[in-house]
Each structure stands twice: as structure tokens, then as C-alpha cells.
């Protein structure tokens, strides 16, 4: 399984950016993906969730209305479109598969996940 982010950049805050994803390895519509972030000094964090043959997603408050995560089958990439971007949006994004269903808690959980991209640095001023 490969995972290559891209989109990062830097942007003025009330700004967008639209990260993408490109999976390799396995299928985005069959898997359950998500996008997390990683600011200095501070734990990875959960950002949005598609589930698996659905367009159902989940998103941590901080980014609800203002984020949104897609995929597209026939190119099987993810994206996340981030509007209205704050300062504390900054971070490394990373994309993610590889969903473990037999572990518990939250989906946004970094630990739930098996493979990670290299991330992308996302820079809001």
C-alpha cells in the first residue's frame, strides 16, 4: 500500500487549500480512508473520515463546515477540501487507510489506522 499526499502550501487564514491523496495498493470506494494532522509538538490528530462504499464522513469539531473529505473512484484518490482556514489549521496532513474494525474507539483515532502517506505541510498565516 502506497499513500502520496499532495495540495499543501502556505495560505492566509480565511483561505483554501484542497490536499489530495493517491492510493496505490488498495481501493478508496472499498476501504474506509481519513486524513489526520500533525502540528510541532503535539500528537497526531483525527480530521475527517469517508467510510468504505458510502459518502458517509465524520469530522473532528474543529473542522466541521469548514472541511471536506472526498474521493474519487475512478482516479482512487482522497481529498480534503479545507476552506476558511485558521491559524491553527497548520500542520502536517497526512492521509490514511488501512482501517482496523477490531480495535475500539473513536475512527478518528490515530491507532485505528495501518498505513500512513508522508504528509503534507499545510502553513496558514
Known amino acids: 500500500v502506497q499513500l502520496v499526499e499532495s495540495g499543501g502550501g502556505s495560505v492566509r487564514a480565511g483561505g483554501s487549500l484542497r490536499l489530495s491523496c493517491a492510493a496505490s495498493?488498495?481501493?478508496?470506494?472499498?476501504?474506509?480512508m481519513a486524513w489526520f494532522r500533525q502540528a510541532p509538538g503535539q500528537e497526531r490528530e483525527g480530521v475527517a473520515v469517508i467510510y468504505k462504499g458510502t459518502t458517509t464522513a465524520s469530522y473532528d469539531d474543529s473542522v466541521k463546515g469548514r472541511f471536506t473529505i472526498s474521493r474519487d473512484n475512478a482516479k482512487n484518490e482522497l481529498y480534503l477540501q479545507m476552506n476558511n482556514l485558521k491559524p491553527w489549521d497548520a500542520a502536517v496532513y497526512y492521509c490514511?487507510?488501512?482501517?482496523?474494525?477490531?480495535?475500539?474507539?473513536?475512527?478518528?483515532?490515530?491507532?485505528?489506522?495501518?498505513?500512513w502517506g508522508q504528509g503534507t505541510q499545510v502553513t496558514v498565516s
Open positions: 495498493g488498495l481501493g478508496v470506494s472499498s476501504n474506509n
Open positions: 490514511a487507510a488501512g482501517f482496523r474494525y477490531s480495535a475500539s474507539g473513536s475512527a478518528l483515532d490515530a491507532r485505528r489506522w495501518n498505513y
